[in-house]
C-alpha cells in the first residue's frame, strides 16, 4: 500500500465512523420528542367523555339521593355496597370514615364522575344517569382532595370555576376561603401568576384557593373532599361559619377528620368499608353505645 492509499483509506474510514457517531447521536436526541409525543398523543387518544344527550337538569331543589347504590371499581374492588342515603338541599352534612371507607367514591358518584354498578343516584327525584352531564355538574362545585391549580394567574384560575364571576364576587370567595392575607402579599394580588401547577403557594395557600374556586360557582351542591387538612383551625372555624351562612339553599356535603368541622354537620354519614354503617347528628350518635361513629371518635382520641 503507498503512503497515498494508507491516508486515503484512513480517511474514509474516519468519516464512516464519525458518520457512525452522528447518526447514534441523532436517534438519541429522536427519543426526547418521541417520550414527548408519546404523552401527548396519549392524552390525544385518550377517548372524549361522551355527553350522554340527556335530559338537562332544572335547577336542584330537593336534594340528592341514594339508591341501593353498589361501586365496584373497574379492577373489581368494591368500594361501595348497598348505600341507602337522602341528603336534602339546606343541610351540612359530614362523610367520616377511616382511610378507604369509601368517602371519596360515594362523592364522586353524584356529579357522575362515577357510575353506580347497581342501583341509582336520583338529584331531585331524576336519575343523574339521565341528566346531561354539563347541566349535572354545572350545578355541582367539587373541591378536590387533590388540589389542582394552574399556572396562569389566581383571576384566571378563578375565571375558570365561573368565567362571568365580578370582581367583587371572586374577592367574596377569596375573603370566605382566608385568602386574602397572602393575596395582599402577592407583587400583583390575583393578578399574579402562579408557578407550575400552583407551586409558588404553599399547600395550604393552593388549599384554600381551591376552596375559593368551588364557592364562586355558586353551585346548588358543593362537595369538598377533605378540604381542611391544610388548614389551621382558625381559618377552618371561619370557613365553616361562612359555608353554614351560605347554606340555607344548598346541600353542602364535607368529607373531614376533624372533630371541630364534624360536629358542627347537621348530619354525619359514617362510613366503613363501603357501608353506611351510621347517618345521624354528632349528639345522637356520641349518645348510642352500639354507634360505630362513636367507636371511631373514641379511638381516634378526636
Ligand atoms: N381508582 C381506583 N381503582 C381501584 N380501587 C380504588 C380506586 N380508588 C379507590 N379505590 C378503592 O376503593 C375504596 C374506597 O376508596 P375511597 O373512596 O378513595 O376511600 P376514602 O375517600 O374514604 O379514603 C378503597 O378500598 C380504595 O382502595
Ligand atoms: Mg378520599
Not at 35 to 55: H, I
Not at 213 to 223: D, H, P, S, T, V
Request: proline letters at 5%.
Amino acid at each position: 500500500m503507498t503512503p497515498g492509499d494508507f491516508f486515503l483509506l484512513f480517511g474514509i474510514f474516519y468519516q464512516m465512523v464519525q458518520s457512525g457517531i452522528d447518526i447514534g447521536g441523532f436517534w438519541i436526541h429522536l427519543q426526547e420528542p418521541v417520550a414527548a409525543m408519546r404523552r401527548v398523543y396519549f392524552f390525544l387518544d385518550y377517548d372524549v367523555e361522551a355527553d350522554r344527550k340527556g335530559m338537562p337538569l332544572p335547577p336542584v331543589r330537593q336534594g340528592v339521593e341514594f339508591e341501593n347504590v353498589s361501586f365496584d371499581y373497574p379492577d373489581g374492588r368494591n368500594a361501595l355496597n348497598e348505600v341507602n342515603l337522602v341528603l336534602p338541599v339546606g343541610e351540612l352534612v359530614a362523610f367520616v370514615g377511616p382511610t378507604g371507607a369509601g368517602k371519596t367514591s360515594l362523592a364522586y358518584l353524584i356529579p357522575a364522575f362515577l357510575t353506580p354498578t347497581r342501583g341509582r343516584v336520583l338529584i331531585d327525584g331524576r336519575d343523574v344517569a339521565h341528566a346531561s352531564l354539563d347541566s349535572l355538574r354545572a350545578q355541582i362545585a367539587y373541591v378536590f382532595q387533590e388540589h389542582l391549580l394552574l399556572s396562569e394567574t389566581i383571576r384566571e384560575n378563578l375565571l375558570l370555576a365561573n368565567p362571568q364571576a365580578t370582581e367583587a364576587e371572586m374577592y367574596s370567595a377569596l375573603e370566605t376561603a382566608s385568602c386574602l392575607d397572602f393575596i395582599d402579599a402577592l407583587p400583583a394580588r390575583i393578578d399574579t401568576p402562579l408557578g407550575r401547577s400552583g407551586n409558588t403557594l404553599s399547600v395550604g395557600q393552593q388549599q384554600r384557593l381551591c376552596i375559593a374556586r368551588g364557592l364562586i360557582r355558586e353551585a346548588r351542591i358543593l362537595i369538598l373532599d377533605e378540604p381542611t387538612a391544610a388548614l389551621d383551625p382558625q381559618t377552618e372555624n371561619a370557613l365553616l361559619g361562612a359555608i353554614l351562612r351560605a347554606k340555607r339553599d344548598r346541600l353542602v356535603i364535607v368529607i373531614a377528620h376533624r372533630l371541630s368541622t364534624i360536629r358542627r354537620a347537621d348530619r354525619i354519614i359514617f362510613l366503613e368499608k363501603g357501608e353506611v354503617a351510621d347517618n345521624d347528628s354528632h349528639d345522637a350518635l356520641m349518645a348510642d353505645p352500639a354507634s360505630r361513629y362513636r367507636r371511631f371518635v373514641e379511638l381516634q382520641g378526636l
